[in-house]
Nanobody, 113 residues
Framework: QVQLVESGGGLVQAGGSLRLSCTAS??????MGWYRQAPGKQRELVAA???????NYADAVKGRFAISREKVKSTVHLQMNSLEPEDTAVYYC?????????YGQGTQVTVSS
C-alpha cells in the first residue's frame, strides 16, 4: 500500500505564501496533485501534474499557485502565493493510477484576513 506524507501547512496572513510538499512511499503514480476541502464544502482539485510535466489548475488558483514534481523522489510541491482567506482548507496530496486517486492524511492551511 502506498503512503503519501504531506508537510508545510500552517497559518499565514492574507497575501502571504506557503509551500506544501508531499512524498509518496512508492514511485507508481502517473500523476500527482493537490486537493483541498474547506468546511462544509466538497473536496476539489487544486492542481495536478503528470509524469510528463503537464499541469492543470483550478481557476481559483491560476496565477497564484504553482505545482512541481521531483519524479526521482516521488515528491510533489505546491507553491502558494498571494494567499486569500478563501484558500483556507485541509489540503490533501494525491496520486493517480488507473483512474483512481489515492490521498494523504491532509495538512491544514489557514489564511487570516
Amino acid at each position: 500500500q502506498v503512503q503519501l506524507v504531506e508537510s508545510g501547512g500552517g497559518l499565514v496572513q492574507a497575501g502571504g505564501s506557503l509551500r506544501l510538499s508531499c512524498t509518496a512511499s512508492r514511485s507508481i503514480f502517473v500523476a500527482m496533485g493537490w486537493y483541498r476541502q474547506a468546511p462544509g464544502k466538497q473536496r476539489e482539485l487544486v492542481a495536478a501534474i503528470t509524469n510528463s510535466g503537464l499541469t492543470n489548475y483550478a481557476d481559483a488558483v491560476k496565477g497564484r499557485f504553482a505545482i512541481s514534481r521531483e519524479k526521482v523522489k516521488s515528491t510533489v510541491h505546491l507553491q502558494m502565493n498571494s494567499l486569500e482567506p478563501e484558500d483556507t482548507a485541509v489540503y490533501y496530496c494525491a496520486g493517480s493510477l488507473g483512474g483512481r486517486w489515492t490521498y494523504g492524511q491532509g495538512t491544514q492551511v489557514t489564511v487570516s484576513s
